[in-house]
């Protein structure tokens, strides 16, 4: 079965990342550095890795 890649605007993109913080927060250095191109530019984050299962 395929696997459900969420859209950048889904409120679950972000929770699901390997670098969430669960608190709304991301730990990812290179995403904090370029916070405006990803979420005003590129309207998606290069940087998102899926949380291993």
Known sequence: MA???L???HEEYCRTCAY?????TCNN???NEH???VNCV???C?????KAE
């Open 29 to 31: 250095k290179k995403y």
């Open 3 to 5: 696997k459900i890649i």
């Open 35 to 37: 916070q405006y191109e």
């Open 20 to 24: 969430s913080s669960g608190n709304g």
């Open 7 to 9: 859209f950048p605007t």
């Open 46 to 50: 290069p940087y998102r890795k899926e």
């Open 42 to 44: 590129w309207k998606y």
